[in-house]
């Protein structure tokens, strides 16, 4: 008997996680040149009766600096109060986005992207983008339960020559071009 209860209650819990919704960073990984923008979509799946939301974001302040949060397509036009949230470079966080419906009535229940983060890279290394404190509420304001999947960005170093190596690479092609011509050596095929 003991067996049969333990085995309704994990089906539960696994019926109850499979019925979750997902709120996720994208791009899910990837990997840029220092001094190159990032932006990236916080996005929500699988879930019915979005009512309301609130979550942060952490990153790493030696490799990026947050700029800006813009309301997502999801709530865009119908949400009553977008809070893009504080951003703290320092720390590498940005609390408080959020956004909320007003009066009666359904919750959205299309999965879409809740907002987007503007970040500037300034170092190189590697930083994971995590999602903290998230509420997803419906229209009763009712918790709705949901995976967070974070992302990961490596910022690397430039991958060609600095500006000024171009200058020096052009005066030494100038330079020998200018040598050949004064020795009648001939540059080139043929």
């Known amino acids: 008997m003991m067996k049969l209860i333990r085995i309704a209650c994990l089906s539960v819990v696994c019926c109850v ?4 919704g997902t709120i996720s960073l994208q791009p899910s990984a990837t990997t840029l040149a220092l001094g190159n923008p990032l932006t990236v979509d916080v996005n929500v799946s699988g879930v019915s009766d979005l009512y ?4 942060d974001i952490s990153f790493n302040p030696a490799v990026f600096t947050a700029s800006g949060v813009t309301e997502g397509a999801l709530f865009s036009g119908i949400g009553v109060f977008f809070s893009p949230g504080f951003i703290d470079n320092t720390a590498g966080t940005i609390t408080f986005i959020g956004d909320s419906l007003s009066g009666p009535g359904p919750g959205v229940s299309t999965n879409g992207t809740l907002a987007t983060i503007t970040f500037n890279s300034i170092g ?3 930083s994971s983008i995590d999602l903290a404190n998230i509420i997803l509420l419906d229209s009763n304001l009712a918790d709705i339960a949901a995976t967070a999947a ?3 960005v490596t910022v690397a170093g430039s991958s060609g020559p600095e500006p000024g190596s171009w200058l020096l690479v052009g005066g030494a092609v100038v330079l020998l071009f200018g040598w050949a ?5 001939r540059l080139g095929g043929g």
Do not use: Y
């Open 17 to 20: 996680a499979a019925f979750a």
């Open 52 to 55: 309301a939301f609130q979550f």
């Open 124 to 126: 190189t290394g590697s």
């Open 150 to 152: 974070g992302t990961t």
């Open 181 to 185: 011509a004064k020795k009648g050596v």
